[in-house]
């Protein structure tokens, strides 16, 4: 499958400006320590559909003395999860049309064409950009793609759904 082509151009995003915060991020997530695999948010287009996330990844990562022993690589499995919790934060704070339930949860649905194009090494930081292309009351999709250094390095299709 050949790379798609970028969701965001880099030239018009302020990179350095955190428009939402772990904080907030934790207000609408519900994973935890090990698992809050979102650090911020860049860039937010309601109307365009567009957010921009961003993972820290760091030699002292707890899953960087594993995976692979000498040569640390950013897990797809973790990869996948970073654009899931991005896809996630926006479908809650912006498209669900209210506060979701406490009893409910936005859980995996499935994940489709996913390629990874590139490592994810320490110490970098891995952008994460989704656009939905999908929305209803139970389900949401969203395309994603990963860049470290503008370089892309991840996309795919992540599914979520309400349980």
């Known amino acids: 499958m050949p790379a798609a082509p970028p969701l965001i151009d880099f030239t018009e995003?302020?990179?350095?400006?955190?428009?939402?915060?772990?904080?907030?991020l934790l207000g609408y997530l519900r994973q935890r320590n090990r698992f809050e695999m979102?650090?911020?948010i860049v860039h937010v287009d309601l109307e365009g559909k567009v957010?921009?996330?961003?993972?820290?990844?760091?030699?002292d990562d707890w899953w960087a003395e594993?995976?692979?022993?000498?040569?640390p690589m950013?897990?797809?499995?973790?990869?996948?999860?970073v654009a899931a919790?991005?896809?996630?934060?926006?479908?809650?704070?912006?498209?669900?049309?209210?506060?979701?339930?406490?009893?409910?949860?936005?859980g995996f649905g499935g994940v489709e064409k996913v390629r990874f194009?590139?490592?994810?090494?320490?110490?970098?930081r891995l952008y994460m950009a989704v656009h939905l292309t999908?929305?209803?009351?139970?389900?949401f999709r969203y395309t994603a793609q990963g860049f470290v250094d503008r370089e892309l390095v991840f996309q795919g299709d992540i599914i979520g759904v309400l349980v």
């Open 13 to 24: 995003i302020d990179l350095s400006r955190t428009v939402v915060g772990r904080e907030d």
């Open 117 to 124: 194009r590139g490592l994810v090494e320490p110490d970098c």
């Open 85 to 106: 919790q991005l896809a996630t934060y926006d479908y809650s704070a912006h498209r669900y049309g209210g506060p979701i339930p406490d009893d409910v949860f936005v």
């Open 134 to 139: 999908r929305n209803s009351r139970r389900m």
């Open 51 to 59: 957010l921009v996330g961003y993972k820290d990844i760091k030699q």
């Open 66 to 71: 594993d995976h692979i022993p000498g040569r």
């Open 74 to 81: 950013f897990p797809g499995a973790l990869q996948i999860e």
């Open 38 to 40: 979102l650090d911020g």
